[in-house]
């Protein structure tokens, strides 16, 4: 059994045929280029241990995971911390196979060496609370990730979280057939656009945008606002926030030097 066979057949299990059903059809030829986006979020448990979890990513885990063929690994702080201090981590993955695969990360050598601050943390100081995790599919309007300019230093993680499963595939469905030539033209410049297959929040649409600073960011979304065809599109029936949208979570983000997106 092969690793994404192995994957499937767990999701079919837990009762999300039509996901397995999915997983299936994304990874026939004419789907091949589809891609996955893994975002983790490390709650840790003091801004002690910051330092520990990015030195442990910059010099161990990201340079294991390029070795597995994963590039692009994203890594971003919060623009404005609040609470607890949270890292996210961003992962491409060009199939299911290649997800599985990071499983055998902790078989590096090389990573158990330079990782061995955080890796070998007694469980009497660990680095982090606990890290969360979710699987997203990249929607038919955007497969694959556009990895932005090195110049882009705000970015948006948004969640929308859709009422049913049914109007969640609607907004999909908005995003499709007009909604992101609108995102493009106003200056909201989409890194990644992806269905989440597996985690919390479901059913929900994940995506990230880039900017090269806030006032860019501002302009982009006022523009957006009052596009005509924006204003037209969210007023029919069928793509109304309150038939199709039930929360919108946005955090905003600044990229860690090293990180690859």
Do not use: H
């Amino acid at each position: 059994m092969t690793r994404s066979t192995f994957l499937k057949t767990t999701v079919a299990a837990s009762g999300l045929v039509g996901v397995a059903q999915e997983l299936t059809a994304a990874e026939a030829p004419a789907g091949a280029a589809r891609e996955y986006f893994e975002i983790r979020k490390y709650t840790l448990k003091g801004p002690e241990k910051q330092a520990v979890l990015e030195g442990y990513l910059k010099d161990a885990a990201i340079p294991a995971l390029n070795r597995l063929g994963v590039k692009n690994v994203g890594v971003f702080l919060p623009e404005k911390p609040e609470g607890a201090p949270v890292v996210y981590v961003v992962l491409r993955y060009g199939s299911l196979d290649q997800l599985a695969k990071c499983a055998e990360l902790l078989s590096d050598a090389a990573l158990q060496k330079q990782g061995a601050a955080y890796l070998d943390a007694p469980a009497t100081d660990v680095v982090y609370e606990r890290v969360e995790s979710w699987l997203t599919q990249g929607i038919s309007g955007m497969p694959a990730m556009d990895v932005p300019a090195k110049g882009g230093k705000v970015y948006q993680l948004r969640i929308y979280e859709s009422p049913t499963e049914k109007t969640g595939k609607k907004k999909i469905e908005m995003f499709n057939i007009g909604e992101l030539a609108i995102f493009k033209r106003s200056g909201l410049n989409a890194v990644f656009f992806g269905e989440t297959i597996v985690g919390p929040l479901m059913p929900n649409l994940t995506y990230m945008l880039s900017f090269n600073d806030a006032a860019a960011k501002d302009q982009a979304w006022n523009t957006f606002r009052v596009d005509p065809e924006w204003t037209k599109l969210k007023t029919t029936p069928g793509f109304t926030d309150k038939e199709i949208v039930s929360r919108i979570t946005n955090i905003v983000l600044v990229r860690a030097a090293y990180s690859q997106i």
